[in-house]
C-alpha cells in the first residue's frame, strides 16, 4: 500500500481502487480500518477512490503520541494526503464518525474541499445531540422483524442509561438493513478492526468546539450531501437531517430501507445517488 508521512513524522498509508478523479474517504468506527469501507458498493467504477487508513488503524502506524488520535489532530493528516495527492482541492467522503473529521477539515481548509459527502453521518461535531426518542422511533421501524423484541429491549435499556454489556451486543440488527448472514459476519469483524485506545481519544475534551464550527459550515460555498439510512438508529435521518440545515447548499438523501452501511443494503442506489451528486 502506498504511504506518506504525517506532519509529526508518523507514516500513514492508504490505498486506490477505480479510476477517475479522486475522492478522498475517511472511515469512522471511530478509528476503524477501512477496509470494511471495501470499494463503497462500486463506487469505485465511478471515481478513484483513495482510502485513508487513519493512524494506529490499518496499515498506518501507530503515533508516538497517543493525543494525536484526537479528531481535531487528525485534521493535519488529512492535509497531508492532499498535499501528497498534488491535488490542490478534494473532495471529501466521510462516513460515521469520519464525518466528523471531514467537517473539521472542511471547516478549517475550506479552500482546499471540493463536494463534500457525508454518509450517515456522526454529528457529534457539531453539537447534536440524538434524543433516545429518535432512536426508539428508528427502530420501531423494524418491528415486523424476528429480532425486534430482543433487540429493542436492548435498545430502550441503554436509552434509559441502565444497559449492561449484553444490550450493547443485542442492539447489532439496528445497524444494519437486513440482518442476514452477511451482516452478522461484518459486525463480528468490527471488534477486531478498531483500535480502541484511539477511539476512546477521538472526541475528547477539546477536540470539538461545536458553535466554531456552526458558524464556519454556515459561510460553507461549495455543495454537500448529506446521506441517511431510513432504518439507521446511529444516525437516525431526523438527525441528518438537522444536520443539512447547517450548510447554505447542501443536498440530503434518504435511502429506502438502509442502515448504518448504505452500500451494502443497496449498491446500486447508494453509487447512483452519491456518484450524481458528485458529478
Known sequence: MPSFSAPDGTRLSYRTAGDGDPLVCLPGGPMQDSVYLGDLGGLSRRRRLVVLDLR?????????????????RLVDDVEALREH?????????????GANLATLYAVRHPRRVGKLALITPSTFAVGIAVTGETRRETARLRQDEPWFPA????????????????????IAPFRHGR??????????????????????????????SPQTIRAALATHQNSVLLLAGEFDVNSPPRSVIEFAGLFPHASLAVQPGA???PWHDDADLFVETVTAFLN
Request: contains cysteine.
Open 56 to 72: 494506529g488503524t490499518g496499515r498506518s502506524a501507530i503515533p508516538e503520541d497517543p493525543s494525536s488520535y484526537r479528531c481535531d
Open 151 to 170: 433487540a429493542f429491549a436492548a435498545l430502550e435499556a441503554i436509552t434509559n442509561n441502565r444497559a449492561g454489556d449484553a444490550d450493547w451486543a443485542a
Open 85 to 97: 495527492l498534488g491535488l490542490d482541492r478534494v473532495d471529501l467522503l466521510g462516513h460515521s464518525a
Open 179 to 208: 440482518w442476514d448472514a452477511a451482516a452478522k459476519d461484518r459486525h463480528a469483524a468490527q471488534g477486531s478492526q478498531t483500535n480502541q485506545e484511539a477511539a476512546g481519544i477521538f472526541a475528547a475534551e477539546g477536540a470539538f
Open 259 to 261: 442502515g448504518h452501511f
